[in-house]
Every structure is written in structure tokens, then in C-alpha cells.
């Protein structure tokens, strides 16, 4: 047992929607707080539990997130829901420490290139915010997890080394991490590489869950998400529609999409919980208050099996 | 060695560009046949060799399938292209045989209610027809392929047991037929089953070519494809854009996408010897002729890795 075993129990399957995080990152236009509760609630009526819900972040630099506080409360006030918040540095874990949030998500890049150019600091220095954030949290505070951005393959440098991110991840649990994941940020992985970092990365971590965190830039994010469930994996990041850019990759598209995911693992025999019907029908709420958003998904288009 | 051996090597990854048929079947306006050759040998270009060059039909009811036996000319014009014609009655096999074509695939349904449905004909029926190609063809005429519509799953009756499907491979492989195919006609698998049917129908047909054709329906596509990959198979079909519907799943997109299954292939170390920048660049031939047609693909928008 670990502080995260209620959470992220390693019989079950966790889909996460990241949508009103990862989702929004980019955005013009975003629903306002009530069409976020809207959007919570209609998901976790759908069966979803885990619900990352946005970014300490300036609020005059990501107004998106300004309600954050609010939203997380919304997730809070549902049975057996959690709320995640992105920390990426002092002001934010202060101010997300304050609020009634979950899990802490901070983010460690795999490259120093990555870290210089994206978080202005390096991975020291990510690392140093780690321990911080444990040592801050109490005894019953929230859940802390590192998620290591660029671990398939960097934007800046390329290629990046298993061996490497696996001592990455090593640190991070050393730093005291409860939860760990391997974000494909900008979609550089297939399968096969997902299968074998997922596998090692497992190994590494031991008792202390792994979640992925795809995207779904070239088109591999299923083919992903069936890999890292294949190599054990039972956290993964989607988010409704495929909300979501990136900006280290014009023309991509975001998260891999919840609702084809949640098809995979149906096809795979897991009992997710989750009502696809129901979950489709959630998309009305990001069509309504984001018309200009492009949302992906294959299953919402062609339906469940009709038979 | 078979006869299909030099066509079909078991140590190569095999890509065949069905658009041209799979990918007409439903549009209301096509290419011409200049248009139809310039989508060839551009793609020629770019490194593929497999083409399915249209149907033997009435001209009547499916008119973009007139020049049928140009467009297999256009193919087997260039060095080592593999022009592959679909023929569904007997009338067909009869033009196909006069034509010049490698090979001439024939369609067995999985299950009775969609023959009856789709071909008004029993399966006896549907391999009787498969004896007659085979008889008919000659010592140097073409290849005889079957593809077995809805072996994973069927619109009419739902689930299709993979033992039923072996058989009918059995079945095939006795009545002489020189490559055999599993469709997934429909979108209904998922990886695990596409993974245990390849492999268990790989062992039915011994030194026989097995090809896996898929469906993007429910956006299982890619890793479909992938699980095939694993399994063992080494012919899939693909279409540029993931052109095509399907009239069994309306709001359905249609083939596996060729542009991310050679992205995929890659990520597995494969050499398919396509250059994916050209064939990205094929696209303009479906966009100028087809411009009302909606083309997938997630590697086209995003472009190759960038380093």
C-alpha cells in the first residue's frame, strides 16, 4: 500500500479526463464555471472519476483557469471524485496547497533543452519543487505526482534515451512522488516504445502508480493507450473530444480522445465504469461553449457497436 | 514457396493502397482516369507497389469503376507494381481474367445473414466462385485472393466467433486460394481480438500470405493495425486520407489511413520503403478531384517527426 493506492488501485483501469487542463491550455474561447460543472458533472454521471481541473497559473496570462479553484471544489463535492491541479512552480503550489485540490501535478522534462526553453529552470530545479511540494503538503494533504513531459521524444532535441527517463523517474520517487507518468507531449512514440518505457518505467516505480499521458499528434494515440495497457499501465490521460493543441507542434491535435479510449478498453474487457452512450452525449457541452473547437473522436461519430 | 511468395515475401511489410477501389465505393464524384493515374504513380513514387485498382461491375451502377481495366493498366505498366481487381460474381471474374490484373480477390462473408444481405448468395455459393477463378485463371494467370468480410464482427448479427472464421480460412486455403484476408469490415475489433484471430489464422494458412484489412470506424484503426503487425501479419490494406465510407455504418470514415500506418510502421523499425513526405503530398490528387471528401489522417496534419 502507498498514499496512492486508494486512489489508483492497481486492479482497476483509470481513465482520466485532462479536457479542462490539457484541453483548455490553448484555447480562444472556454466554457465559463458553470458550463465546467456542467461538463464534470455530465462526466461523472458518464463514470468518470479522476478529473484534472486546471493550472495555478497568473490568472491575466491563462484567465481559463482563473476559476480553478471553483472547479476543483466541484469535483471535490462529488462522491469518491478527485480533483488534480498543475503546479509549474512556487506561487502555484502555494496557492494550490491553500485550495482544496486532490493531487498536485508537477511537471519534470525529460531534456534539459526542454526544461530551459519551456519552464525557464532546470531539471534540478523541477526536481527541488518536488520535495518542496511533499515537504509542504503534511501528513494529510493532497496527493503529489510527477508527470515527465517529453519522455518519448523531445521537440527541441529529438530523440530521448529510456535509460534517461527511467533515472528520472527514479529520482522523482526518491524526491518522495506519489504518482509518476510518462507524457508523449508532442506524439513522437509508437507503440513498441510505449510498451517498453511503460514496462521498464513500472519496474522502476514499483507500488507507486504510473499513469500516460498521450497525445495524439500523428495518429498513434489509441495504438499508445493499448500498448501501455499491454505493458500494465492502469492510469491514462484522455481528454472528451481530443480538447486540446499543443504548442510545440502546430496542426496537432490534443489528448487522445476519452470517448475512443474508453471503446479500447471495452474491446480489451476492462470494467471501466464507464457509459459510452452517456459520454458522447457530454460533448454537447464543449460544441456549445467552444463552437470554433475542432472535436475528434471516432466512436462519437459512428456510435457504440449497434449490436 | 507458394505462388504468391515472390508478390508476398513473409520478411517484408507489405502496404496496399485499396483507395482506388475500397476508398470510390460510396463517393458521388471521382477522379478521372488521368487523375486515377496520377494518384498511382505518384504513389508509386512515394514507394508503394500494391494497388487495388477498382471492381468488375456494371458500369451502370458503379461508373467510377468504368475504367477499371486502364487504371490496372496504369499499374502494371510500372516495374514491380501489383495491380489487385475485386470481382463479385461471375460475369466479373470473366472481364477480370480478360483484363490484365495480378490478382483477383473475391469476398466471402463471415456470417450467412451478410451474404444473403450484401450478396445474395450463400457462402457455398461464395466459394464456388473461388474454385471457378482458381480453375479458370491457368497456370500464369493471376493470383486468387479471398477476404473474409466481418470476421470480426457483423452489422446484420453481431458477434462472429473466430473459430467460424477459421474454418472458412480453412475452407479457402482447400479451395486453393493463394492469399487470404480477414476484414474487419464494419469497425467492431479491437486489438486483442485483431492480435488472436491474426495469429491463429497465420497458423491456418501456413506459407499463404495473410492480409488484414481494417476499418477506421471507431478509431481503433492503427492499433488494429499494430496488433496485426505483432501477431504476424505482413499485408495490410490502407487508403491515402482513409478514404471511403462504408454502407454498413453510416457516419463511419473508411479504411485504416496508409499515411499513419507507415508512420506506424516506422515507430516498429520496419522498412517499407515509402517516403512518407511524397506520399503526404499525394494527397492533393484526392483533394483537387474529390474536393467534398473529408480526408483523415493525423500525420498529414501534423507532418513526419520534424527531427
Redesign the interface.
Known sequence: MTRASHIYPKDRLILREVGLRDGLQMVKVWPDTDAKRDWINREYNAGLRHFEVGSFLPEARFPQFADVREVADAVCNLPDAHAIALVLNERGLKDALAADVDEITLVLSATVAHSQANQHRSQAEAIELVRRAIAARGSDGPLVSVGIAMAF?C?I??RVLPKDVLALVDTCLRAGADVIGLADTV???????VCFLTKQAGKVCGPVPLFIHLH?????G??N???AMDAGCRVLDASLGGLGGCPF?????GNV?ME?IV??A????FETGINLDKLIAVRDVLQRTMPAEVLY???A???????
Not at 507542434?249 to 491535435?253: K, L, M, N, S, Y
Not at 461519430?301 to 449490436?307: D, E, F, K, W, Y
Open positions: 521524444g521537440s532535441t529529438g506524439g513522437f512514440a509508437g507503440p513498441d516504445e495524439d499528434t500523428r495518429g498513434m489509441i495504438a493507450a493499448a500498448a507542434a502546430p496542426g496537432a491535435t480522445v475512443d471503446f479500447l471495452q474491446t480489451k474487457g473522436g471516432a466512436v461519430r459512428a456510435g457504440p457497436l449497434p449490436i
